[in-house]
């Protein structure tokens, strides 16, 4: 049996506080071990980011010294380049400096040739349009000598009545006698109307002053001159005109030049068909008149249609051309065409020509309608 010695209360307690002073000592310096196991674990981890750290610092150092390197290096690369660049803006400009001055000079000189050219191609145009004007002249010549013989042959015919009768003492009426004066007077006037034309037409179609003209009178005026002409070398001559058509800003004259110069275009072209041809080909030519579109933009047409020998597709090109011609010198100066066209682009119109070869040309003049008075 275990004995328990006994001890007074005061020793108790003091024994009490001396094992507690005891647990609190142990539970300190467990605690102040931790801590320091904690602080050890703290100052290794800040070392190691320090060193971490460091490191990096002296990388990022290494960087910005390389960074600031290149860009010095790209500086001077700038600056050299613009050094060059100065350089050689300063050369381009004195060289385009010496160019414009060239450029100028030459431009002067070619301004100069080309005002030469220019009163040359003036020139050269009047010539064209006064020998062409001529030939138109020679042209009308065959179909006046025609115009003009028969009423000469008329009066030639009723002088000739009168003689016979007075040598043979024929008792003329004065009624007989007034007829046939009157019939004289009126065969003259019609020689002085034809006269007249030819005398108008030599004077105004080579200064072509603009006034309002009915292209149908123009289109009439052209065909007497040429009907019989045409009819006695066999070509039919036939025209469609549309009534009611609005007058055009022209001459009328040089006009009835162009109408001259295609139907003879035509006639020829029918007529070397027929030389071709024979019996076979229709010697036939049709000019026809029609206004197209409306308001403002109103046109009047010409046509010029023949079954003649037609164009070839290669020298469809060029029958605008001053001097192109395929007939003999005789018979072509190959100013026709081009003086039509220039006539007719001097009054805003226009003038194409479209042909099939073997089957014929249509050749269309097209003039900007005057507008009517409201
Ligand atoms: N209606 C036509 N039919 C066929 N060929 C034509 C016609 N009109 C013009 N040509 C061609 O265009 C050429 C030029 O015509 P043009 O300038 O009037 O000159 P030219 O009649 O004096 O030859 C003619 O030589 C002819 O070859
Ligand atoms: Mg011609």
Redesign the pocket.
């Known amino acids: 049996m275990k004995t328990c010695s006994r001890s007074s209360p005061q020793t108790a307690s003091k024994s009490l506080e001396a094992l507690q002073a005891a647990s609190e000592i142990a539970e300190r310096k467990r605690t102040e071990a931790a801590l320091q196991k904690t602080r050890d674990e703290l100052e290794r981890r800040i070392e190691a980011r320090t060193a971490e750290l460091t490191g990096a610092n002296e990388r990022l150092h290494l960087e910005l010294l390389e960074h600031r390197h290149l860009e010095e290096a790209l500086k001077k690369v700038q600056e050299d380049l613009e050094h060059q660049v100065v350089a050689r803006t300063a050369d381009s400009l004195k060289t385009i400096e010496l160019l414009m001055k060239r450029v100028i000079a030459e431009r002067k000189q070619a301004e100069k040739a080309l005002q030469a050219a220019e009163q040359e191609l003036k020139m050269q145009r009047a010539l064209v349009i006064h020998s062409d004007h001529l030939r138109s002249l020679g042209e009308m010549a065959a179909g006046i000598a025609h115009e003009l013989n028969q009423p000469l042959t008329g009066i030639r015919v009723l002088a000739e009545h009168f003689l016979i009768g007075l040598d043979r003492g024929w008792n003329l009426t004065e009624g007989r006698i007034r007829d046939c004066l009157r019939m004289i007077v009126e065969q003259s006037d019609r020689m002085s109307h034809v006269i007249d034309h030819i005398r108008v037409f030599s004077r105004e179609a080579g200064r072509p002053e603009v006034r309002p003209v009915q292209v149908n009178d123009v289109v009439r005026s052209g065909m007497d001159m040429l009907d019989i002409q045409f009819r006695s070398r066999g070509v039919e001559l036939a025209c469609d005109l549309a009534e009611g058509l609005p007058p055009v800003s022209a001459n009328p004259f040089s006009l009835e030049e162009v109408v001259l110069?295609?139907l003879?275009?035509?006639r020829?072209?029918v007529e070397e068909r027929l030389k071709e041809e024979g019996g076979a080909a229709s010697p036939h030519i049709l000019i026809r008149t029609r206004a197209e579109g409306g308001g403002e933009d109103q046109r009047v047409n010409m046509e010029?249609i023949?079954r003649?020998?037609?164009?070839p597709a290669e020298?469809l090109p060029k029958?605008?051309d001053p001097f192109?011609?395929?007939?003999g010198p005789d018979?072509?100066?190959?100013?026709?065409?081009?003086v039509s066209r220039s006539i007719v682009e001097g009054f805003g119109g226009i003038i194409k020509?479209q042909?099939t070869p073997g089957q014929g040309?249509d050749?269309t003049v097209s003039l900007p309608a005057m507008r009517r008075e409201t």
């Open positions: 110069n295609l003879l275009n035509a020829d072209a010029v023949d003649g020998v037609g164009i020298a029958v605008f192109f011609t395929t007939k018979r072509g100066t190959g100013l026709g065409l081009s020509i042909s040309t050749v």
